[in-house]
Structure formats: structure tokens, C-alpha cells
């Protein structure tokens, strides 16, 4: 089972983003998924999370506005728009997969399978 973000690279001030994330095993539907950052220098920061049907999003507030995270359980993918990017954003973003006994709004713990992930760079 493997997780495979994508859709990184280096980008202006200003502009949005996709990233992308695709789950190669079974049962996706049921599963919590996030996305996290890692600045460089900085400690990894959770970015926001969606439930295994993609009825519910839960976000910090400071990531509110700017960040969408979506699912498409027919593809095994979950996505993170980026808006208005900034470079303050300039990181490795990941995503990760909650245990199967997570409740919603899941806590950091609760993520136990992670991807690669994507770095993402904002020039000004």
C-alpha cells in the first residue's frame, strides 16, 4: 500500500496549486486522509483532513480560505488546492492516511501511513 503525492514544483507568488495524492490499496472510501507541510527548518504542520466520503472537511484555521482538500474515491486520489500562494508556503507537503479507528475530526496521531511527499517552492 503506498501513498504518491504529486503536482509540486516551483511557482509565483500569487498563483494556486494542485496537488494530488493517490492511495494504491482497497477500501479508500472508508479512509480519513490529510494533507501536512514540512517548511524547511520547521516541524510538520497539519494542513487539513477529509472523511472517508468527503461529506466532512476539517482545517485549522489558519489554513482556511486558502486550502481545499478534495477526494475522488473513484480514482483513490485526494487533492489539495492551493490559493494565492505565497512564499511562506515553500515546503514538502505530504499526505497521509488516518488508522482505520479514526474518528473525525481526526488527530495528528491518528495518521500512521504517510507519502512521499511533494515539495512545493513560491517565489516571490
Known amino acids: 500500500v503506498q501513498l504518491q503525492a504529486s503536482g509540486g514544483g516551483l511557482v509565483q507568488a500569487g498563483n494556486r496549486l494542485r496537488l494530488s495524492c493517490m492511495y494504491s490499496?482497497?477500501?479508500?472510501?472508508?479512509?480519513?486522509m490529510g494533507w501536512f507541510r514540512q517548511a524547511p527548518g520547521k516541524e510538520r504542520e497539519f494542513v487539513a483532513a477529509i472523511s472517508g466520503s468527503g461529506d466532512r472537511i476539517y482545517g485549522t484555521d489558519s489554513m482556511k480560505g486558502r486550502f481545499t482538500i478534495s477526494r475522488d474515491n473513484a480514482k483513490n486520489t485526494v487533492d489539495l488546492q492551493i490559493n494565492n500562494l505565497n512564499p511562506e508556503d515553500t515546503a514538502v507537503y505530504y499526505c497521509a492516511k488516518a488508522h482505520s479507528d479514526s474518528r473525525f475530526p481526526p488527530i495528528v496521531p491518528d495518521f500512521l501511513r504517510w507519502g512521499q511527499g511533494t515539495l512545493v517552492t513560491v517565489s516571490s
Open positions: 490499496g482497497r477500501t479508500f472510501s472508508r479512509m480519513i
